[in-house]
């Protein structure tokens, strides 16, 4: 697949509420780096519908760092920060230090930085609150001066006495400035946003996780967060991937998310890290389910 089409904005409709996808940049990742334990030959009886958004010719996995842009009654709301520019972060070349526009191009897109009026992170991974904040002078000031940043507190609970095992800086860097700049609001995993916007708890891939669901006009998305890191997790949602805090707990989500989500046509599930298309509705297959984009 070309890059252009892994790169591209994406837009969706949800009802009322318009949401869109900007990708920060895409990591060309082995099966094992996620799953070292499990055997990729596994997957072959599946390849029919991971081919070739989700799994690339190589057999390496598409993921796609991007963030979801949402304008909603009036409010304009960014989910997942990336992971910023100038960081030296672990296990994937694609993302050493960075040097993306992601700032302009939010702003090509109609969210300039200072209009965004929420930040919402499903959970506080490196790879989810980068841009939360942003280098000035040598120190890290909140890039969304006029946001309010949404954590759930379980998550925060965790974090604040837990440094993330692959990259250390994030705590120091994305996380702290933002309360020592008064912006964060502590939430619950159900908080509601407004009429069209609210979280559900997910836990298990970190203990606060937060997906979000969007509801507008009959249609209705959700957005997964890292409770699936890639689309093979619904083939092999007992697949132990190995940047679960809670493996157990992860497998029962997600098997939980699709009985709740699958088989619902007027329920388009958007994927944090899923490639080209993204978008897509999960659907049963066999005793399991599937992917269908
Ligand atoms: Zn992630």
Known sequence: ?????????????????????????????????????????????????????????????????????????????????????????????????????????????????????????????????????????GGWVPTFPNARYLFNKTEWDYWKDHEDPYESGALEHALLPIFDAGLVELVDANHRVNDEISLIPTPGHTPGHASVLIQSGGEEAVITGDMFHHPLQMAKPGWIDMADVESTLAEKTRIEFMQRFGDKPATTVLGTHFATPTAGKIVSDGDGYKFES
């Not at 596994?42 to 070739?52: I, M, N, S, T, Y």
């Not at 390496?60 to 520019?85: P, Q, R, W, Y």
Request: negative net charge; contains cysteine; charged residues 25%.
């Open 1 to 137: 697949m070309s890059d252009d089409r892994l790169y591209e904005t994406l837009h969706w409709k949800i009802g009322d509420v318009s949401i869109t996808r900007m990708v920060e940049v895409i990591l060309r990742a082995p099966i094992g780096s996620l799953f070292p334990d499990e055997d990729p030959a596994e997957l072959r009886p599946f390849h029919d519908w991971l081919k070739p958004n989700f799994l690339l010719d190589d057999e390496t996995m598409a993921l796609s760092i991007h963030a979801f842009l949402i304008e909603a009654g009036g409010l304009k709301m960014i989910v997942d920060t990336c992971a910023g520019n100038g960081k030296n972060l672990p296990l994937f070349d694609e993302w050493k230090n960075l040097d993306t526009p992601f700032l302009e191009n939010m702003t090509q897109l109609g969210f300039a930085p200072e209009s965004i009026d929420r930040v919402m992170c499903t959970h506080l991974h490196f790879d989810h609150v980068g841009w939360n904040t942003r280098k000035v002078d």
